[in-house]
T-cell receptor
Framework: GEDVEQSLFLSVREGDSSVINCTYT??????LYWYKQEPGAGLQLLTY?????DMKQDQRLTVLLNKKDKHLSLRIADTQTGDSAIYFC???????????FGDGTTLTVKP | ETGVTQSPTHLIKTRGQQVTLRCSSQ?????VSWYQQALGQGPQFIFQ???????GRGNFPPRFSGLQFPNYSSELNVNALELDDSALYLC?????????????FGEGSRLTVL
């Protein structure tokens, strides 16, 4: 079945770039997503990439997709303390409705 | 634009009891999905409702059931609660016909089973 794997923790200094990595198994994934969850809150979509794209840039966020290796990454430029949160990678296959999430990467930004 | 709202925000139940969680979808959205998020884990898909019918189900037993109403709001019912049902239950709304499948999440209902 579908599986999404992420590293659990990342710590960076304010102003540095953060790179969060994700691997997935479902070769029929059509869309891949990055969601952000702050303490006590639901998930908020940050960005997504369609499976036929290699890269997507959105302000400080850059998503890279290597479809051959089923590897997705999220780069946050000029990371701020407000970026501290849990980041979830998710994929959606052609099956109706279901998105499969990783267990999240906790990003800690130190001043 | 009204976002996704869930109620209650927190509740405590004991083993064997039943619980009903409620969700109002974002204005204009016709599809509701429910996810279970255990502590330290990612959300796990329970099921999705579209046009008041279940439209996909994850690996959850039949004691997890749901409803969608004509106004697109939804309920999640869990019978015969077990300790492992303790989790954050997230409702997400979306537009069924929207290609990107973006989910808009509520803040969740945190269920503790004692």
């Amino acid at each position: 079945g579908e599986d999404v794997e992420q590293s659990l923790f990342l710590s960076v200094r304010e102003g540095d770039s953060s790179v969060i990595n994700c691997t997935y198994t479902d070769s029929s994934s059509t869309y891949l997503y990055w969601y952000k969850q702050e303490p006590g809150a639901g998930l908020q979509l940050l960005t997504y990439i369609f499976s036929n794209m290699d890269m997507k840039q959105d302000q400080r966020l850059t998503v890279l997709l290597n479809k051959k290796d089923k590897h997705l990454s999220l780069r946050i430029a000029d990371t701020q303390t407000g970026d501290s949160a849990i980041y979830f990678c998710a994929e959606r296959s052609t099956n109706a409705g279901k998105s499969t999430f990783g267990d999240g990467t906790t990003l800690t930004v130190k001043p | 634009e009204t976002g996704v709202t869930q109620s209650p925000t927190h509740l405590i139940k004991t083993r064997g009891q039943q619980v009903t969680l409620r969700c109002s979808s974002q204005s204009g959205h016709n599809t509701v999905s429910w996810y279970q998020q255990a502590l330290g884990q990612g959300p796990q898909f329970i099921f999705q409702y579209y046009r008041e019918e279940e439209n996909g189900r994850g690996n959850f037993p039949p004691r997890f059931s749901g409803l969608q109403f004509p106004n697109y709001s939804s309920e999640l019912n869990v019978n015969a609660l077990e300790l492992d049902d303790s989790a954050l239950y997230l409702c997400a709304s979306s537009l069924f016909t929207h290609d990107t499948g973006e989910l808009f999440f509520g803040e969740g209902s945190r269920l503790t089973v004692l």
